[in-house]
């Protein structure tokens, strides 16, 4: 890109450009041949996993396992492993 001292020439350059990322922009909407109801399906799901990251990271691997065995040790008798075998 050289500059000739012409001041017009930046101001043609983005104006190009624009039209470019318009083009590009106009391009991607029209693949996107989803119905409406799949846009939203998507759009809540990474809803939904963005939830599901901040949640995960609210607790360290060692509070998520005491927690689960707290739960294991409130069950009765009847959700343990049974004996298999001679023994």
Request: glycine share 6%.
């Amino acid at each position: 890109m050289s500059f000739t001292g012409d001041l017009g020439e930046p101001e043609q350059q983005t104006e190009v450009e624009a039209l470019e990322g318009q083009a590009l922009l106009q391009d991607a909407e029209q693949t996107d041949r989803r119905t409406a109801a799949e846009r939203k399906h998507d759009e809540i799901q990474a809803k939904r996993a963005s939830e599901k990251t901040k949640k995960m990271a609210l607790k360290s691997h060692r509070e998520r396992v005491a927690e689960f065995n707290a739960h294991l040790a409130s069950l009765s008798e009847h959700h343990d492993i049974p004996k298999v075998g001679p023994g």
